[in-house]
């Protein structure tokens, strides 16, 4: 469907070094990279001292997830969004629009809508070192590692935000005012940890992403989980069937989810990394990273391509 060849642009872009990112909300000290099988959290919580590297943003969210370095939170050149969580802290953004293609692609990635799947949102940032700078990309990206800060930055990270809601269960899905509230009594017993809210988009960091969607208007959803190690995937186009070690298994559809909410219009992938807490290794995470580009290329058309072949005879 492209000409671009995404092996070599991979491989290009891995061996680039990321521009500096240079707003001072974000600054946050360098450290070495880490490699290989890491760990993708601390045990310990996010320090609470005067300085004012810690209350940066970078500073808070390294000092929980052990394999995102600093230098690599620094480099990411994630801008606050304007919109914050419960507890404000910001959520951060990365859009890297492509100068190559008048009509890329445009994705929309996300890490960390469960702030107890660390891994996610590590794996986000692993992959923001990966782009392909502005001139050479056949993407449009939206990336937002960190969807909900306050469950990741809590004393002990838990799946819910800081209202004690499943952000994947507050999206306005058809007849969320009964079956929302309907699954979580009788499917889940009450969990607190899979609440749905009092309302559909009841949360700052739901709301404003429902927002975001509205806005950027994506041709692709990528929403990154653990810890069921599988693919996932709600849309009108064909899935995925393998990415690296990771193989389609869809995982049901639930009211209130991302997937159940975005999938009529926009297709959702969702990757559910095998652990919560570690990261797979560099070699795996590069054959996920890869393999995606890959099935993006071959499957998700751009906004020109859908209206191209609507305007053709015959099909409609």
Not at 27 to 35: L, N
Not at 73 to 97: D, E, H, K, M, Y
Not at 210 to 222: C, G, T
């Amino acid at each position: 469907m492209r000409s671009l060849n995404f092996l070599a642009l991979l491989t290009f872009s891995i061996t680039c070094t990321s521009s500096v990112f240079s707003a001072a909300a974000l600054a946050a000290p360098a450290h070495a990279a880490a490699h290989g099988h890491a760990p993708a959290h601390k045990n310990n919580a996010p320090a609470a001292n005067n300085s004012a590297s810690a209350r940066t943003p970078c500073a808070r969210l390294t000092a929980r997830l052990q394999s995102v370095t600093p230098a690599m939170c620094q480099n990411s050149q994630l801008v606050q969004s304007g919109a914050r969580s419960r507890q404000g802290f910001p959520i951060l953004t990365r859009q890297q629009a492509s100068t190559s293609k008048k009509d890329a692609v445009r994705v929309l990635l996300i890490g960390g809508i469960h702030g107890d799947e660390l891994s996610a949102s590590s794996a986000v940032f692993q992959w923001m070192q990966w782009l392909p700078p502005s001139d050479s990309s056949p993407l449009h990206w939206n990336i937002v590692p960190v969807l909900n800060p306050d469950g990741m930055l809590a004393p002990k990270p838990r799946r819910v935000n800081a209202n004690g809601v499943d952000l994947n269960r507050n999206f306005p899905t058809p007849r969320w005012n009964v079956e929302a509230q309907r699954y979580w009594v009788s499917k889940t017993g009450r969990d607190p940890r899979r609440f749905p809210g009092s309302s559909p988009l009841s949360e700052p960091e739901s709301r404003w992403l429902s927002e975001e969607i509205k806005r950027f208007k994506p041709q692709l959803i990528i929403s990154v989980h653990a810890p069921f190690g599988v693919l996932d995937f709600d849309g009108p186009v064909d899935p995925p069937v393998r990415f690296g070690a990771l193989r389609l298994a869809p995982i049901g559809v639930y009211p209130g989810s991302l997937g159940a909410y975005s999938s009529s219009q926009v297709p959702v992938l969702t990757i559910e990394l095998p652990s919560a807490g570690r990261l797979p290794d560099q070699a795996e995470m590069r054959r996920i990273w890869q393999d995606m580009l890959k099935w993006i290329e071959q499957n998700i058309p751009s906004s020109n391509q859908v209206a191209m072949a609507n305007a053709r005879p015959g099909t409609r």
